[in-house]
Structure formats: structure tokens, C-alpha cells
């Protein structure tokens, strides 16, 4: 044996023998407890980059443990692999989507390998092959038979050139990320889940999800978006519409007497009815629909108005009228498309009332500024109600409370709850996406594909020549017969949102029949996951939806769970510092090299302005590949090094320094099996205590996602070993070392199990045991004082006499030089903690 450990041998030969032994695979038949540790999968984009590598070492660690530890355990990998970006590639690099998906799997599955992760590659799974979303289709039946998918015209954000539809996080300053045009609303018909039908029980079982991160639970509760308020009727003034009046939704009735106007979206009825006698108003309904729907758009975007010239009656005083108007800042998906406008007390309403001279009321006030007027700001904080007649001095709760019982009782309003959460729309107008099995026929309506018909697959004959979507224009795959009565009919051109394919893909892991998309007590044997990991940019919409999914299979039958995940854990991210050429663009660090008067580029030797450290992404070109570091360095020293130093929640700045020192590491660990001796002799008592406790405390902190703190433990123990004389205790704490390690560096720890003797592989032994006895301190630190002033310590054993304590501390050397000979007053002794000598 060498001293120097071999990582381009090592980890080649173990990750084939646990792929030839089947190692990883899961027994959905086992008798031992389950876990289910899952990663979200990744989009495959072409390489993986050290921020994959951090979230799925943490996940491997968990699951080797997890199998260490007695169980059967399920840790699968598959590929998010739908999607708009195969689209552009196949229109910028003229190649069909699925060539460049299926290419960009195997590059990147051969890069998950190479980092010897304990996955169950036999579970393998792609959204893009038929075998999966052929099964989705079904779901998606499932579904529409249960009542919870109906199609709807909707107002969406279109791209004009493009031609497609946006979500609204693609809507970049009112205009599409990818081609730059202004992005228009309109009404398109989609198809819609009714996930708003769960919106209840999804914010209640929030509650149950005590394993998640508390800002994931708080960011879904604001996205659900629960309201309680009251619609209150606003009677016109006068005529000028076919309308009676204006009803609006409101959370803050308490607010009534500061309203100054009435805005109404530019889809209400009353502006729609309106434009078709006003030229002005039809131009700017127009220029409103040319903003995205995203609340973020909303709120940044300036506040206009159109002035109806119409006017409604205050509820509590008919002689006090609002005027209204069409506003850019109201929607009509959110309450009743109507609210009353308060600019003391919203700031929205208070930029809309500055900009058009409107009426400000300060209508709350916090003890001591009842007279103050508001200024640029509004006031949003608790108070009581002043300038409100009947409501004045009430608390907000209280006064809301009190409006909407009158409300109620003279017939102008009602207390009712609404929900920031919308159905969810799915329809995409795009070629790659899982075909929406739907049949339009002009004598039937809407047919659903028969099952026996199912997959409906995609055509690989189509043309990225020119936008829009190639289904479309396909000259044979959207005409079929209907179904129902054999005429001619045409398919559903539209595609399924990719959020759809993540949220239940993790069930589709669990189990995997060819005849339908999952057995029910398969799956149930798996179910919940239990503990996910990925990045908190899911927190709301993937995670959101595949809740909903969950609980629309329950209340189909198909599921008896409700909550997908029992544990989340959401990983910080891998940074790195960006670089920039003289003329802005952004340079990968491959291209950059430091020199005498700073970083230069390699090809040109151009000056590089060094930016700021940022997660690594590709449109900043600061990713590192970890294809050439493992090379380098083995996977072993790139896995160690994503676990040591950050929390695992936090960020971590990669290194070359910090994957050196990771190397030198893996080394050490191989010169202390290098230098066993299974001859020694003689125990060790410090050595086998401070094993067993790191024993203790890595199985923990593992548990508890706590890599950092193992890693740290692990540290401690090699530090120790390598000070310890030779003795049976030091070659037992070398070999529990190596199992102890072999969550993180495998390949290694393969190595020196074998070299060491023992029997089978590291990977499927089991945790070496704790014993307890080693675990109780038996010695105790006692703090020695005099006159309360801390002289010098004690190391006793635990539970010593006070008698004993007494005269050891008379004896101490602090003790005897602060007396000098003086007597003491008094002694008194707290066991095991405290001697203080009064003198």
C-alpha cells in the first residue's frame, strides 16, 4: 500500500462494483423502515455545475446514512427535461429538441456517476419520453373525470413575437425575456386546474409541516393569500351605464371614510361598456393591456388613470360621491375587478390620489399623531379610527367589524373571504411539452382521448423555420376523428405547463408500472418523501403545485397522501466572482488568469474587471465545471469540500484553495489507514471516549442535515488518532473512522475497508455502535474563586466530596499565591461546579 491515495483508480473501480452488485437499487418488498431522500431533479441543460454537486452530496450523505443506519432506502435521479430553453436551442442551433435533451441527459448523467452518488439508476425517469408522460396524460384524465380541470378564456401575457404565452415571471420590464417585444395581454382559451378548490386545506397543512423551513411555510401562506374582507355596493350617481352600480372587495372596510375614488380594472364590464362610445378610453385599455399581469409589474409600475366621468354614492353618506376611474393597477382575476381607493392608508392608492389631485384622509392613527397629515408615504400600521363619525376611537379589528355588520344589516355589503391564490393555468403554446389529450370536435365539444389511446405522442417531424408553435402548423397530427361521433376533429394543440411533470414525479419513483401511472400500495409504502432537498426558487410554485397534486389524487381516490414532503431542506447556493471583458462581457474563469497588474484575459491579455461573488449561473459564465476538478482532485476531495466549512443553508464560495485543502484531507485519512497496526496492544481511554461521542454526534448532525458540524467532528477525531500512541483502541478508532466517513468520501473509504480487512463493503455496513458508558462525562471542571474572583480551576471527578473539594482548592496553586498566607473567613462548595474561598 501506498501512502498517497489514488482517486482516478479508486473511484472507478468502487462505483462499478456497486453498479455491478446492484447496491443502491430499492426493494419495494424490504421489511426494514423506508426512507425516501430526494433531490429535485435537474433540467438538463448540458453539464451539471458545482451547485448541482452541493445538492446532491447533501442528499447522498442522508441516504448512504439512512442505509447504514438499517434502512431500506429510496434515492432516485430523472431529468425535469420539457421546457421552453430545448426550444431555443432548437431554433439557434437548428437541432430537434429531443436530440439536444436526450444528448444533454447522457453528458450529465455521466458527470452524476463519475461523482459516485448512491442513486437507483433502475428508477431512472425522463418527463420527455412517452413511458412518463403518457402516464401524465392519464393523470390529466383522471382529473378532468373528478371535476378538477375545465378550459376558460383568460387574459394571459402574449408574446407577439414569439407567440407564445408567458408566465409572468418571463415578463422582464413589460417585455418577453427572450425575443425583447412589448408583451401584450389578451384572452386566450386555456385549460385551468381548479387548484383553488384546495386552497384551505393547502394553507392549513402548512400547520403539519413541522420539518420545513419556516420562510418556505410563510412564503406559501402569502402566496395562498388568504383575505378576510367584505364586497360592498357602490350605487352611481345619476346614469351613463346599463350597470346599477359598482361592487367592490375589500380588506380594510374599517378604512371606508378615507375612500377618495373607485378604480376598476380595464376588463370590468363598466370600462368595456364604456369604450365602445370612447376612442380615448379604448387607447388606454389598450396601453393597459400592454403590462404584464405579475403583482411585482403592478407594484413597481406607474399608477394611471382614466377619469370615467362617472361617479357612485358613498355607502354611509349618498351625499358624498367618488369618482371612478379605469386604473392600470386593478385586476379583474382579483376580488371583483373594483376597489374603493384609501391613499391615506395604501400605498398604491396614495401614488394614484398625488398623481390625479385626489382627496388624502387619514382615517387610523397611532396614539399622539391623530392630527398628522400623511405625506409621501401611506400609513399601514395598527392605530385606532379617527375622521370616521361612528368608527371613531374603535380598534381597526373592531371597526372592521363594525362596517361590515351595518353593511349587512342595511343590505350594501357583506363580510366574505377571498384568496390571492389563482386556478392554475396550464396551457402552453409550445411544441415541447406533454400534449394536452384533449379532442375538439364542432358537433361534440371537448372529447377527451380515449385511454386506449394514450400516449398521445409528440411528432418528431416538425420545423422551428418560423415562431409559434409547430403543433399548429403540423399537417397531419392535429387532424384526427372524433371519438365520440367519427367526424373530422382536431387535437389540443397546446402543451402542459413543466410545472405539471414535477409534481408527481417523485410518486412515479416510487412506483413504476408500465399500465398505469403508479400502484397505489406501492407508492404508499414510499410516500411521503421524506426529506427533500432543493433551492428555495421553488418554495412557492413547484412546491405549491405539487401539494395541490397530492391532494387532487386524494380527492380522486388514487392516494390516501396528502403531503408529498415530510422534511424540506433548502440548500444554499454554490458563488464564485464574475469577471468582464473591457467591453462588459462576461468571462467564464477558464478564460481569466491573474498577472502582475491584476486578472487578464488568457486568449487576449486584456485587463478583467473582477465583479461581485454571485451564484453561479450561465448567463453570468461564473459556473465551474466539476468534470476537470474531479479529475484532478477525485470525487471524494470535491464531495468533502461541499460539506466542510459553510452551514448548509448558507452559500458557499468555491475555492481552489478550499478544494486543496479538502484534497489534503482525503490523504490524511489514507496515511492514518496506511499506518494501522492490528498488532497494538493496550487501551486508550480518551481515545475511545472521544470515538464513541463523535460516533454520537456525526450520526446527529447527519440527521439533522447538519454536514458541517459532522465534517467538523470528523476533523476532531483524525486530529486525535493522529496524537494517540499505537494501541488496540487506536487501530479500532482508525477502523470506525472509515465507516464513519463513508457517507461523504466513499470511494476512499471503500479503499481502506478492503485494505483494512473487513469483510463486504463499507456501503453496506452498518454504523458502528455507540456504547453509552463512554458517552457520561465522569469528570467535571470546578471554577475556584476568591472573593467571588475566578484563581484557578479543578479537574475532579464527577460527584466528588465536598471535603475533597475544599482541600484541593486550598491547595491550588492561584489559590495559594492570592491568600499569601492569610486565613480563609470561609469556604463554600457547589458540587461539581464552584469553590468559592472568602478571605
Known amino acids: ?20 452488485r446492484k447496491v443502491f437499487a430499492a426493494d419495494d418488498s424490504s421489511a426494514r423502515p423506508r426512507a ?17 454537486v452541493r445538492n446532491y452530496t447533501m442528499g447522498d450523505v442522508l441516504a448512504r446514512f439512512k442505509r447504514m443506519t438499517g434502512h431500506e432506502v429510496l434515492h432516485p435521479m430523472g431529468w425535469d427535461a420539457f421546457g421552453m430553453p430545448a426550444e431555443n436551442a432548437a431554433m439557434e442551433k437548428k437541432v430537434h429538441p429531443g436530440d439536444w435533451t436526450r444528448s444533454n441527459i447522457a453528458a450529465m448523467k455521466a458527470q452524476l456517476k463519475r461523482l459516485g452518488f448512491a442513486l437507483d439508476w433502475g428508477r431512472e425517469l425522463a418527463t420527455c419520453e412517452p413511458e412518463y408522460y403518457g402516464q401524465e396524460q392519464a393523470l390529466f384524465l383522471d382529473l378532468y373525470a373528478g371535476g378538477l380541470v ?3 378564456e383568460s387574459a394571459v401575457n402574449w408574446d407577439p413575437v414569439d407567440m407564445t404565452v408567458l408566465a409572468n415571471e418571463q415578463v422582464i420590464d413589460g417585455k418577453g425575456w427572450r425575443s425583447g417585444a412589448t408583451v401584450e395581454k389578451r384572452k386566450l382559451s386555456q385549460w385551468f386546474l381548479k387548484i383553488t378548490d384546495f386552497a384551505e386545506d393547502l394553507l392549513a397543512g402548512l400547520g403539519t409541516l413541522e420539518h420545513w423551513p419556516d420562510k418556505v411555510r410563510l412564503m406559501q401562506e402569502n402566496w395562498i393569500g388568504k383575505s378576510r374582507g367584505a364586497r360592498l355596493h357602490f350605487d352611481f350617481v345619476g346614469t351613463g351605464t346599463a350597470h346599477r352600480g359598482i361592487e367592490v372587495f375589500t380588506t380594510r372596510p374599517d378604512t371606508l371614510f378615507g375612500a377618495s375614488f373607485i378604480a376598476i380594472a380595464a376588463d370590468h364590464p363598466v370600462a368595456q361598456e364604456l369604450a365602445k362610445h370612447s376612442p380615448e378610453l379604448t387607447a388606454f385599455i389598450a396601453e393597459c393591456q400592454q403590462s404584464g399581469t405579475a403583482a411585482a409589474d403592478i407594484e413597481t409600475a406607474e399608477k394611471k388613470g382614466f377619469d370615467t366621468g362617472l361617479s357612485v354614492q358613498h355607502p354611509l353618506d349618498p351625499s358624498w360621491h367618488l369618482p371612478v376611474h379605469v386604473a392600470n393597477f386593478v385586476l379583474m382575476d382579483y376580488g371583483t375587478g373594483a376597489i374603493f381607493g384609501c391613499p391615506a392608508h395604501d400605498q398604491r392608492d396614495l401614488d394614484f390620489a398625488r398623481k390625479y389631485n385626489l382627496p388624502v384622509q387619514r382615517v387610523v392613527a397611532p396614539e399622539g399623531a391623530e392630527n398628522e397629515e400623511i405625506g409621501e408615504e401611506a400609513y399601514t400600521g395598527p392605530g385606532r379610527l379617527v375622521n370616521s363619525r361612528f368608527l371613531d376611537g374603535a380598534e381597526v379589528e373592531d371597526a372592521k367589524a363594525m362596517v361590515i355588520a351595518r353593511a349587512e344589516h342595511e343590505g350594501w355589503g357583506k363580510g366574505t373571504t377571498v384568496w390571492r391564490l389563482r386556478d392554475w393555468g396550464v396551457s402552453r403554446q409550445r411544441y415541447w411539452g406533454t400534449p394536452i389529450p384533449i379532442i375538439h370536435c364542432d358537433a361534440c365539444g371537448v372529447v377527451p382521448v380515449p385511454r386506449a389511446a394514450l400516449p398521445v405522442k409528440l411528432p418528431e417531424d416538425v420545423s422551428f423555420d418560423v415562431p409559434g408553435n409547430p403543433l399548429d402548423r403540423h399537417p397531419t397530427w392535429k387532424h384526427v376523428d372524433c371519438p365520440k361521433c367519427g367526424a373530422a376533429a382536431r387535437r389540443e394543440t397546446d402543451t402542459l405547463d413543466t410545472f405539471v411533470d414535477s409534481s408527481w414525479y417523485f410518486i412515479r419513483f416510487a412506483s413504476q408500472p408500465d399500465d398505469k401511472p403508479f400502484d397505489k400500495a406501492v407508492a404508499e409504502r414510499w410516500l411521503p418523501v421524506g426529506q427533500y432537498i432543493g433551492g428555495v426558487e421553488h418554495a412557492i410554485l413547484h412546491l405549491l403545485y405539487a401539494r395541490f397534486w397530492t391532494r387532487a389524487l386524494k380527492h380522486i381516490g388514487k392516494l390516501d397522501v396528502a403531503e408529498p414532503f415530510t422534511g424540506l431542506f433548502t440548500q444554499g447556493m454554490v458563488t464564485h466572482e464574475t469577471y468582464q471583458d473591457p467591453q462588459g462581457r462576461w468571462l467564464s474563469p477558464e478564460e481569466v488568469q491573474p498577472g502582475e497588474n491584476g486578472l487578464t484575459i488568457i486568449a487576449t491579455g486584456d485587463a478583467v474587471t473582477r465583479g461581485r461573488i454571485e451564484k453561479m449561473s450561465k448567463s453570468k459564465k461564473n459556473t465551474v465545471d466539476p468534470t476537470g476538478i474531479v479529475d484532478q482532485y477525485g470525487a471524494d476531495a470535491v464531495r468533502w469540500f461541499m460539506l466542510s466549512d459553510s452551514p448548509p443553508e448558507r452559500d458557499l464560495p468555491w475555492s481552489e484553495a478550499g478544494i486543496e485543502g479538502a484534497w ?5 485519512l489514507w496515511r492514518l489507514v496506511d499506518g494501522a497496526d492490528a498488532t497494538a496492544t493496550g487501551s486508550d481511554a480518551d481515545l475511545d471516549r472521544k470515538l464513541h461521542r463523535t460516533i454520537a454526534g456525526v450520526a446527529a448532525d447527519i440527521e439533522s442535515l447538519g454536514f458541517n458540524k459532522a465534517v467538523a467532528k470528523l476533523y476532531e477525531l483524525t486530529g486525535a488518532i493522529e496524537k494517540a500512541a499505537p494501541s488496540a483502541s487506536r487501530t479500532t478508532a482508525i477502523r470506525t473512522l472509515v465507516a464513519l466517513v463513508s457517507p461523504m468520501v466513499p470511494h476512499l473509504a471503500e479503499e481502506a475497508w478492503e485494505v483494512l480487512g473487513e469483510a463486504g463493503l463499507v456501503a453496506e455496513a452498518a454504523w458502528p455502535a455507540v456504547d453509552p458508558t463512554l458517552l457520561v462525562d465522569d469528570q467535571v471542571t470546578v471554577a475556584v474563586q476568591v472573593n467571588g474572583k475566578l484563581r484557578d480551576t479543578l479537574t475532579v471527578a464527577k460527584g466528588e466530596s465536598r471535603e475533597t473539594l475544599e482541600q484541593l482548592a486550598l491547595a491550588a496553586g492561584g489559590v495559594v499565591r492570592t491568600l499569601d498566607g492569610a486565613t480563609p473567613k470561609k469556604v463554600i462548595v457547589v458540587p461539581d461546579r464552584l469553590v468559592n474561598i472568602v478571605a
Not at 1 to 20: G, H, I, Y
Not at 36 to 52: A, C, D, K, T
Not at 664 to 668: K, L, Y
Request: positive net charge; glycine residues 4%.
Open 1 to 20: 500500500m501506498t501512502s498517497r491515495f489514488n482517486p482516478l483508480t479508486a473511484d472507478a473501480r468502487w462505483q462499478a462494483v456497486w453498479e455491478d
Open 36 to 52: 425516501y431522500v430526494l433531490e429535485m431533479f435537474p433540467y438538463p441543460s448540458g453539464r451539471i455545475h458545482m451547485g448541482h
Open 150 to 152: 375545465y378550459r376558460k
Open 664 to 668: 489534503r484531507f482525503v490523504n490524511r
